[in-house]
């Protein structure tokens, strides 16, 4: 099974973890499905329930190298997570404002390699998006289901749950630049915003990116994504494009020499 995830570290009923279900046969992606999740604890026992996944999650699996070291915490991939996932909320940000405190305006953050080439906020931010805290809640769900993360460990040769970084902004911007497909406020759902979820699902479903891939949609389905103007289903699909993209390449599609502290996102 493929899956893509747009995950929350506060889901709701108004604002679930949303996971796209699908196959890939040849360079057709069939969508399948949707799943949705209220809560935290009700999205980890679906991963451990279900027995086999290879998925693409929008949430950051690492933390900046340079944040690391500043802080001294432990420098290697699973140990710094572990102490990471010991921290609560409050704890988080007021370390990282106290990191960012002792910076030059503009610097304020640490980034990742990788956070670049796919224009991705840095993974310690707090607020705006609050990718910090999704890295928080989320990253241990994956380990606690036996989830392998190739970008930050060797995956052995039976891996049955192998869990990804993606990011759908870098998918959606390949084809649409910068306009804006997407949002929570209802003021802020606009015609403009419509037409550009028109014009996404248009191109995916004519392979029309980089990943030479082509999305299988039926008639609801394609309205449904179109219609869904939070974007949540929307951006649940472009990660389960990049998952089925990894599924194809060797060593999922990772470059060479990436930090494993820190990880890659997925065709950055």
């Known amino acids: 099974m493929l899956i893509g995830v747009d995950f929350s570290s506060a889901p709701t009923r108004r604002k679930p973890i949303v996971v796209a279900q699908g196959q890939l046969r040849g360079a057709v992606l069939q969508l399948q499905r949707f799943e949705r999740f209220e809560t935290l604890a009700a999205f980890g026992a679906w991963l451990q329930a279900t027995p086999a996944w290879t998925g693409g999650f929008d949430l950051p699996f690492?933390?900046?190298?340079?944040?690391?070291?500043?802080?001294?915490?432990?420098?290697?991939?699973?140990?710094?997570?572990?102490?990471?996932a010991a921290l609560d909320r409050p704890t988080i940000r007021s370390t990282f404002a106290g990191f960012c405190a002792g910076r030059p305006v503009g610097s304020k953050f640490a980034h990742r390699v990788c956070d670049g080439p796919a224009g991705a906020s840095p993974s310690m931010k707090w607020v705006?998006?609050?990718?910090?805290?999704?890295?928080?809640?989320?990253?241990?769900?994956?380990?606690?289901?036996?989830a392998h993360c190739p970008a930050h460990e060797p995956t052995p040769a039976q891996a049955p749950r192998v869990a990804l970084e993606a990011y759908p902004g870098l998918l959606a911007r390949e084809v649409i630049g910068h306009r804006s497909y997407k949002s929570d406020t209802p003021a802020k759902q606009t015609p403009e915003r419509l037409i550009a979820r028109k014009d996404l699902v248009e191109a995916l479903e004519q392979g029309r990116t980089r990943l030479g891939l082509r999305l299988k949609l039926g008639h609801a389905q394609h309205a449904a994504l179109v219609d869904d103007a939070s974007g949540d289903a929307l951006d649940a699909v472009l990660c389960l494009l990049q998952a089925a993209w990894a599924s194809t390449r060797p060593h999922w599609g990772l470059p060479a020499g990436i930090d494993t502290l820190e990880g890659w996102i997925l065709s950055a």
Do not use: D, K, S
Not at 62 to 84: M, N, S
Not at 134 to 145: D, I, S
């Open 62 to 84: 690492g933390l900046p190298r340079e944040l690391v070291q500043q802080l001294a915490w432990p420098p290697g991939w699973r140990a710094c997570i572990t102490h990471y």
């Open 128 to 146: 705006n998006p609050p990718v910090a805290y999704m890295l928080h809640a989320g990253l241990p769900l994956l380990l606690a289901a036996g």
